[in-house]
Structures are given as C-alpha cells and as structure tokens.
C-alpha cells in the first residue's frame, strides 16, 4: 500500500504514488460512486464538482492502514482521526487555484486517490500545483487510474484541478496533526469568545495606541488577542503587557522568569490560531522554545491541546 512515494519539494512539499492500493481496494472505492446517495454539489464561481461523507463507508482496519502508512510517509503526529470524501466531477466541471490553508482544526494532510480508468489527456481533470495564485503551473498529476497525491496544506499550497470532458472520481482521504485537532479549536473559540479588548489594562492604552498608528492592523489585533489570552488565565498587567510587546513584534520576551515566558509564548500562539492558520514551521519553534519547560496549572488546558506529548 502506497510503496515507493516520489517526493518533491517544490512549489510546496507532497509526493505520488503511481500505484496506490490493490485492484481489490480501488474496486471497493470504485462502489463508493455506485451507491445511491445524497451528493453536495458545489457550482460555485471556481469550485464545481460534488461530494459526499464515505467515512462509514469505509472499514476501520483499511482507514488504519492507510493512517499508519502517512505517518510513516510524512513524518507527522496524526491522529487516530480520518474523514474520507468521494469527488466527482462531470463534463465542464473545473476547479479554480486555491489554496486549502489549515485553520484551527482543520486538517494537515490529504491523499486523493484517482479511479479514472483509460484516463486520456484529452479528458482534462489534472491536478496543477501553483507556486502562487498568479503563476503558471509547476507541476502537473494526470488523474490516472489508482494513482495517489498526497501533500501538506499550508497557506501556500495552491493547486487547481483543470477543466473535465469526461467524469473524474476521487477520493480524498484528510488526516489532522495532533497539535490542530477540532479539539483545539473549540477550546481556541471558547477562549475568544465575546472579545472586547476594553477589558484589557489601562497600562496598555498608551502601548497599544502607539503601535496601531505605526503596525499593520492584522498585527496589533494579534497583538490584542494574546493579551486578551493572558488576561483570562489571569496574568498580570505587566505580563499582559509583555505578551502585546512580544505578538506585535515591539520587543522580544527574554524574562528569566519561566512561566511568563511560556504564557506569552503560547498566548501568541493561540492568538495566530485564531486570526490567521496552523503554521508547522511555527508550531515546531513553539516546541522547541518550550521544550523542557514545567507545564504551569492555569495554561495546563491549553498547553496539552497545543503541544500534547
């Protein structure tokens, strides 16, 4: 199952497998489109096609095998969590440059399985990776029949599926990184929640003031969601303070004191959830600038959702 994956690197880090699964597990994917079933359609203005949940529909022991070998593959801390969708387009169905950026909660990892046989390259449907949304494709994925693509999302993983004269089924199997699991997001969400930066300090006023008529606003609101973030664990105005400082970029947080550093630390990780996605580069900074520090009580909830062992 998915033997001798081709990595690449560029635009964005993924990998094929020219002969994913056996020609039993492919015919029982094939009967996923034969099943009558309600099917989402999505006829937007660049994403037509339709879908539909065939998670149950699929056996626990083949979503495990399939689990185990991307963990192997990519190297990551999945979870025992899997949602498999069928695609399917038909004739004049395309599917715009977009790229699937993790938000809190979202998954980390995709494999699409092509099921398209005597696939021709005049039935359109390929798979094109972009370097940006206005560059030409970098590289190209002939959805041939049993052939597997496999990539992480990112905010700059942008791909696009070209236009189809023939129907194309897929099917994508979404795997979530152990420190982005819904989870997270419903713990990230509930800290958040009814924001009104006036509960903030007063001691940060004039701060807070200086740096939204010099910073980009998407920084200073980061900036605010952090210390909104320490002030609900019920730090104080200084630490508060320290941790706006820091998420704005206005200073570096180099206290001797460990707990204030691992609170501001994490508060400006919880912030970059909530405004922005799940950075892994980032998130294995974190790690690393946290590692060995002593798990503090009140940020106990959020640490092990955050950074789980």
Known sequence: MLAQPIHHDNPFPFFYVNSAFSEEQCAALGCLFLQDAEWQHRDGAFYRCSLRDVTESISAAFQAEVLGRMREITGLPLVNRVLVTAQRMLPGQVIGIHSDRPLVGYEIVRLVVQLNKQW???????????????????????????????FLLHVDSYHAVTEVTQPRQTVVFNFWHAANTPELAAHVQALFTNIHFSELPTLLNPIASAAELSLPEDTTFRAGTAAIALHRWGYDEQTIVTGYQHSAGLSICDTNDAETYAAVLLADWVACLYRDSFDLARWNILRHELEGIEIFARLIPTWQLCLPE
């Open 120 to 150: 021709q390259a005049e039935h359109g449907g390929v798979l094109e990776l972009f370097s940006s949304p206005e560059s030409d494709a970098v590289f190209s994925v002939n959805p041939e029949y049993n052939k597997a693509f496999g």
